[in-house]
């Protein structure tokens, strides 16, 4: 099994950087959480034991970002994915509000529309409330110490909001970080770098459901 280290003693982005720092890495420490990432580590890096910081300054600016201008212009995109996703949101209603959500966390990450819902089916089914075995939450199942890292720890998860642009931000953190190379950045995305498992379920995910016609 891959080991993990998850980035726990970093700088925090608020006051009391040591102090809040410290305490991070204590608490993270009490609890396994490095026994947990490696189960599910989402968002975590197997080379130090610091949280890095440009993910973290990407995840507090996505996070407090409200300023963007959110556009209706896809309409037979929304008509399209609404017929794909009915099995798993019956009601139109939330489903169409879930597709605009995503599709707009989706550009505003530079991500495509596409394969943020097959990251989704692949990590929750589409369900809001799931809850990993190792902690990670919601639609993208986020690990709830992001919360702290970014001095937000009374934001949810399992909002739907927060959950994709958090998602996506750190998704596209990674695209980045690997100049480009999706597999690899689904398998940072994941925590198993190198592994091929869980890329090819987004892929076989893509492939069968969420092709763009």
């Not at 600016?61 to 949101?89: H, P, T, Y």
Request: aromatic share 8%; with cysteine; net charge positive.
């Amino acid at each position: 099994m891959t080991s993990w280290t998850v980035f726990v003693n970093g700088w925090a982005i608020r006051s009391d950087r040591r102090l809040v720092g410290v305490l991070l890495a204590v608490c993270l420490t009490a609890v396994g959480v490095p026994a947990a990432v490696a189960a599910k580590g989402h968002a975590v890096s197997c080379v130090s034991c610091q949280v890095e910081p440009e993910l973290r300054e990407r995840l507090l600016a996505a996070v407090e970002d409200a300023g963007f201008v959110d556009r209706f212009d896809a309409e037979v995109w929304l008509g399209d994915m609404s017929q794909r996703l009915g099995d798993r949101i019956p009601d139109q209603a939330a489903r169409l509000r879930l597709l605009r959500l995503i599709h707009r966390e989706a550009r505003r990450a530079d991500l495509t529309p596409e394969l943020v819902l097959a990251v989704i089916e692949v990590e929750s089914g589409f369900d809001r409330w799931a809850v990993s075995s190792a902690g990670a939450q919601g639609l993208m199942q986020i690990m709830p110490f992001w919360l702290r890292e970014i001095g937000r720890p009374n934001d949810s998860l399992q909002e739907i909001d927060t959950n994709l642009r958090m998602g996506c931000a750190i998704l596209r953190y990674y695209l980045d970080r690997e100049h480009g190379d999706l597999r690899r950045a689904l398998g940072r995305y994941n925590g198993h770098v190198t592994g091929n498992r869980y890329p090819e379920r987004v892929f076989q995910a893509l492939r069968t459901r969420w092709y763009r016609r």
